[in-house]
């Protein structure tokens, strides 16, 4: 799986970082990092999350 992020939708509010802090990090202004753009399946059940509960829906799972 690959995680993409539309910058333009992210607000900043870290509620990825919260669920998957091995794929999501925010800097220091508050913008979104992707630590791991390619997590391993054991971080799905994670990742699912962040893209749950992200606000803005920001977050995307592209398979393959
Ligand atoms: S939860 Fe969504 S809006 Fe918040 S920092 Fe993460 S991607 Fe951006």
């Not at 970082?17 to 390619?38: R, S, T, Y």
């Not at 999350?49 to 803005?56: G, H, I, Q, R, W």
Request: glycine share 8%; with cysteine.
């Amino acid at each position: 799986m690959k995680i993409v992020i539309d910058y333009d939708m992210c607000q900043g509010h870290g509620n990825c970082e919260g669920d998957a802090p091995e794929v999501f990090q925010l800097d220091d202004d508050g913008n979104v990092q992707i630590l791991l753009e390619n997590p391993p399946e054991e971080l799905r059940r994670k990742v699912e999350l962040a893209v749950k509960y992200c606000p803005t829906r920001a977050i995307k799972i592209v398979e393959g």
